[in-house]
């Protein structure tokens, strides 16, 4: 079968992924309204594309805090990539670092972040932080990350408790007793994520600049007020998310929640967003409502599921030439062109 588009690699992964590890991975919260909204929500967003511009050399590279990259795609934070392929993670590290990208590593990996710098030692790669009650062991993270050449530290602001999803909980879901969380070993009980902090505030943003010289991204924001705290706490970037769906259903979709985001910022920090990302005109459209870069979650798993690195490779691929192409058809040579201009959201 020749995998043209994101969503045959979607088909592929239902179709040959366990039922159990398919129904984790696609799983939204309640009803999943949040969840299919991040999607649904590109619909209704049209381009305003420009003719007779010279669109014979393009150029999609652009910066994340100064570090190049080939294009404005990331790969988000997932947790648990063993059950999408053996490898897990370290074959993410190698297939971002291929295609030059960031890849953001998660606190739940089933891969150490020794093991997931040593697959791609020259990768860029930021760590993704959940700030655990027992202090000491966010603490450890952070600093294991740092010394490894992890280049930014990504908080997530979201949970605070986990977000009811159904089919994990008519599952039963738990790892396979072959894998583990590998950075939180003899921390506590493996899949115990009670043990997340729900007293974190704005306030802990300082206690975490005082542990590290790493540049602090923090994801989950969806309103000009949050915006704003994020920027008076002296962060560097925001990722506009909503967890994928899977926390509080009946938020709005990342792409209608970035425009306020951005007003707000006022370009003061970098703003990226995840959630929803399926094609290269979906790229498209988040830079030009002010995106500097978009980050994909299940879609990289997708890649996983159907061949490790290789197929991971295959998703960024596509994307890239899609986004490319994407560009050229809107009049666009390069990112600096991409702007508000660009698009409308549609009457309907």
Known sequence: ???????????????????????????????????DENILAYKRICFRPRMLRDVSMMD???????????????????????LAWPDGEKSTARAANAMNICYIASTYSTCTL?????????????????????????????QRAESLGFQGLVLTADLPYTGKRRDDVRNGFRLPPHMKLKNLEGAFEVCKIIS???????????????????????????????????????VQGIIVSNHGGRQLDGGP??????????????????????????????????????????????????GLAYKGEE????????????????????GCASISEIGRHLVQFSKL
């Not at 802990?204 to 969806?222: A, E, N, R, V």
């Not at 978009?294 to 879609?299: A, Q």
């Open 1 to 35: 079968m020749a995998m043209v588009c994101l969503s045959d690699f979607e088909a592929y992964a239902k179709k040959y992924l366990p039922k159990i590890a398919w129904d984790f991975f696609a799983a939204g919260a309640d009803e999943c309204s949040t969840r």
């Open 60 to 82: 999609t590279r652009t910066k994340l805090l100064g570090t190049e990259i080939s294009f404005p795609v990331g790969i988000a934070p997932t947790g648990f990539h063993q």
């Open 114 to 142: 020794e093991e997931i710098s040593a697959a791609a030692p020259s990768g860029f790669r930021w760590f993704q932080l959940y700030i655990h009650r027992n202090r000491a062991v966010s603490q450890q993270l952070v």
């Open 196 to 234: 997340l902090d729900p007293s974190v505030t704005w306030n802990d943003i300082y206690w975490l600049q005082s542990l590290t010289h790493l540049p602090i991204i923090i994801k989950g924001i969806l309103t000009k007020e949050d915006a704003e705290l994020a920027v008076k706490h002296r």
């Open 253 to 302: 979709a990342t792409i209608d929640a970035l425009v306020e985001v951005v007003e707000a910022v006022q370009g003061r920090v970098e703003v990226y967003l995840d959630g929803g990302i399926r094609k290269g005109s979906d790229v498209l459209k988040a830079l030009a409502l002010g995106a500097k870069c978009v980050f994909i979650g299940r879609p990289a798993l997708w």
């Open 311 to 330: 197929g991971l490779q295959d998703v960024l691929r596509i994307l890239h030439d899609e986004f490319r192409l994407s560009m050229a058809l809107a």
